[in-house]
Structures are given as structure tokens and as C-alpha cells.
T-cell receptor, first 114, second 113 residues
């Protein structure tokens, strides 16, 4: 157990629907990052939150949004889903003062859009 | 923008032999961090090794070591005495001081018995 909790582990939904992915960071970590990994692809950075505020934004579609709550958990909302949104979505967390230790990743949420 | 390039989509190695995975990156930063992550079939992202750019000494973790060439912006991973459990996707990653980490496309390594 890495300490980063992602729920649900698997999600199957239809095109046009909206889903919410949840992430609880490792205890003490203020930063949360979301990544998308399509089949056999690398990890594409979506968005970063630090202590409740958006810190950096990557290639995140306008149909996607995220937020980080006061208890530091984060949610990634995906709407108007398309077949191409099927992917593994990773959440990672880090402690700002321990950059050398990199990110701690959750086990991912596998989203299948049918 | 920082980019990370892994030029070897797939590699294979015989068990007990040594293999080197390549990674180059592009940045104008002077201080940064570099990482190799392993992603086995379980899809979990596992940190293998890390390197601080201001340290000239190459990092080593048991059978894993890196060859960090800052001027050439190269960060290769050497796996010695390869084991079947090393079979996985390997991702090179670059992180700026503000914690923004970017990944390469990955190298699929297969260790053959």
C-alpha cells in the first residue's frame, strides 16, 4: 500500500456520461497530481493541486475538471465522456519539502467508456 | 517546456545479463530531479531510482544504477543481473523544483529466461 488511495478501481460507463474519480493523498502530502495513461502510452499530466489551489495545468480537456478539498482529497470530474477517454487515471501525491522522493502513486482507476 | 525522450520503445534481455535503457531530456533549468519508474503488469507505478541534478555522483540502488550526463542531458538506467521480475514498462521522468513531473513515453523491457 503506497498510502495514496484511489477509488473506484474500475469504472465502466457509457458515452456522454459523467464520472468522478477520487483520490486521497498520502498523509502529510499537500500536493496532488492527476495523470492519464491511455493503452500502452506514457503518462500524460493533467493537473496539479497544492493545498487546495490549482498549481499547474497540463493537457487537460475542457470536459475535465478537478478540485482539492480542505481535507486534501481530490476529485477528477470527467464529463461528456467519449470512447477515447478510456484510460487508466493515476493520482499521485508529494510533500513539497521532499522533492527528491518524487511522487507516490495510487493504484489507478481504470475507466472504460462503452 | 520540458520534454523527456525514451528512444527505445521495446527491449529484451536474457536473465542474469545487463541491459541499459536510454533517456534524454530537454530543459533550460539548472536544478531539477530525474527519476526512473517501473510499471509492471499490475500497472502500479514504482519508483526505481532518483537523481538530483546538482549531484555528479551517479545514483545506485542495488542492481539498478544510472549514468547521468548533465551536459548531454542524458539519464540512462542500467539493470544488472536482470531478473524475470524486472519485466515491466520503464518510464524516465523529469521534475522541476516546483514539483511538476513529466514522463517519457516508456520502454517495454522483457527479461527472457
Amino acid at each position: 500500500d503506497s498510502g495514496v488511495t484511489q477509488t473506484p478501481k474500475h469504472l465502466i460507463t457509457a458515452t456522454g456520461q459523467r464520472v468522478t474519480l477520487r483520490c486521497s493523498p498520502r498523509s502529510g502530502d499537500l500536493s496532488v497530481y492527476w495523470y492519464q495513461q491511455s493503452l500502452d502510452q506514457g503518462l500524460q499530466f493533467l493537473i496539479q493541486y497544492y493545498n487546495g489551489e490549482e498549481r499547474a495545468k497540463g493537457n487537460i480537456l475542457e470536459r475535465f475538471s478537478a478540485q482539492q478539498f480542505p481535507d486534501l482529497h481530490s476529485e477528477l470530474n470527467l464529463s461528456s465522456l467519449e470512447l477515447g477517454d478510456s484510460a487508466l487515471y493515476f493520482c499521485a501525491s508529494s510533500e513539497t519539502d521532499r522533492r527528491l522522493f518524487g511522487y507516490t502513486f495510487g493504484s489507478g482507476t481504470r475507466l472504460t467508456v462503452v | 517546456a520540458q520534454t523527456v525522450t525514451q528512444s527505445q520503445p521495446e527491449m529484451s534481455v536474457q536473465e542474469a545479463e545487463t541491459v541499459t535503457l536510454s533517456c534524454t531530456y530537454d530543459t533550460s533549468e539548472n536544478n531539477y530531479y530525474l527519476f526512473w519508474y517501473k510499471q509492471p503488469p499490475s500497472r502500479q507505478m514504482i519508483l526505481v531510482i532518483r537523481q538530483e541534478a546538482y549531484k555528479q555522483q551517479n545514483a545506485t540502488e542495488n542492481r539498478f544504477s544510472v549514468n547521468f550526463q548533465k551536459a548531454a542531458k542524458s539519464f540512462s538506467l542500467k539493470i544488472s543481473d536482470s531478473q524475470l521480475g524486472d519485466t515491466a514498462m520503464y518510464f524516465c521522468a523529469f521534475m522541476k523544483l516546483n514539483n511538476d513531473m513529466r514522463f517519457g513515453a516508456g520502454t517495454r523491457l522483457t527479461v527472457k529466461p
